[in-house]
């Protein structure tokens, strides 16, 4: 496979005209959204908590879900993305919430942060995969966050072991829905064809071993649907837990804490969900305890599908 194709494959999908607006509607429209969302919230409330944070850089920040939260806390914050319909979606968000000028929007790819200096900001972040979207660059984009943050790094990358029911569940995301009369597109699109993904459904042995051991989403198939002009879905690299913990260690970083968002909502079914989502406390109650069910080291790599980590940049390091 020729792995140039990665960045090129995500730029053209992630600037599909209609991507921001669906991307800022997904906490609207599914479940599973709005536990992984909830769930990174209060990690960057945590660390916000800690203090001394004053400046952040967020790397695939998207419709500014992140970004905008942190400028409304008074951070200073650099939204950095591929995607030109993500940032203008974000500004539209950042405008409505009156913090425009504590945020600085840049277009640009993960794979050149050359731009920036040792150590610049506080905190960096990057969400909901953009790193998985730079295979065969993920380590090497690891590394130059890593080399960017002044004091903390929280990162969520694709999770190998959580994406892997995926191949034996093709409707997985229509469990999610949150209101079955939902007029968003893909939500129609997954309760619509519920079924004929299910009839023509068989599970492919060779797959789920191949993605368990090369870690790899698309390929030849993306390329080929890419040079016929097409807008496949990003060629994705999926993390193992203890890799993604070696890779943070390695770069010298400390106290590395990971967690698996969405490990427990995935165990429970979708009828029982909408209930849950539809009475208030309930849903806080819920909420407070996947995030600490999600935080057992037994379930993180079972993140739906995410696996998150946080990470600490020793003093030793800012020195040098
Ligand atoms: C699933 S969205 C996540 C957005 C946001 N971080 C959040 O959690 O809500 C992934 C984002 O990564 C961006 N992205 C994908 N590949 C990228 C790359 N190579 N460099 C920078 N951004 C990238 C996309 O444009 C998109 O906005």
Not at 107 to 124: K, T
Not at 181 to 189: E, G, N, Q, V, Y
Not at 227 to 238: K, V
Not at 285 to 313: H, I, R, T, W
């Amino acid at each position: 496979m020729d792995k140039s194709y990665s960045q090129k494959i995500s730029e053209r999908q992630w600037n599909l005209p209609d991507k921001g607006e669906m991307e800022s509607r997904r906490e609207e429209t599914f479940i599973d959204d709005i536990v992984q969302k909830d769930h990174l919230e209060r990690q960057v409330l945590e660390t916000l908590e800690g203090g001394g944070i004053r400046t952040a850089f967020d790397g695939g920040a998207g419709s500014g879900r992140f970004s905008i939260l942190l400028a409304k806390r008074g951070v200073k914050v650099t939204h950095f993305d591929i995607s030109a319909p993500m940032i203008a979606r974000a500004k539209e968000l950042a405008e409505e919430a009156g913090v425009l000028e504590n945020m600085d929007f840049v277009q640009g790819a993960l794979e050149d942060l050359s731009a920036y200096s040792d150590g610049q900001f506080d905190l960096v972040l990057s969400f909901d995969a953009p790193v998985s979207y730079t295979y065969p660059n993920q380590e090497k984009v690891i590394g130059e966050l890593a080399r960017i943050c002044g004091k903390k790094l929280l990162l969520s990358v694709s999770s190998r072991l959580g994406t892997l029911p995926y191949l034996s569940n093709p409707i997985q995301k229509s469990q999610f829905v949150l209101d079955d009369s939902t007029a968003d597109p893909f939500a129609r699109w997954c309760i619509d064809h519920k079924r004929e993904m299910t009839e023509g459904f068989h599970f492919d042995i060779g797959a789920a071993r191949r993605l368990m051991r090369d870690g790899l989403m698309g390929g030849e198939a993306e390329i080929a649907e890419y040079e016929r002009g097409g807008a496949p879905w990003c060629i994705t690299y999926g993390f193992m837990p203890g890799e993604l913990m070696g890779i943070l260690e390695r770069l010298g970083l400390r106290d590395v804490k990971m967690s698996g968002p969405g490990a427990f909502a995935r165990t429970v079914p979708h009828e029982i969900l909408q209930k849950i989502m539809a009475d208030p406390k309930e849903k806080r109650d819920f909420l407070d305890f996947c995030y600490e069910y999600d935080q057992n080291p037994y379930v993180l790599g079972m993140g739906k599908d995410n696996l998150f980590a946080s990470a600490e940049k020793s003093l030793k390091q800012k020195e040098t």
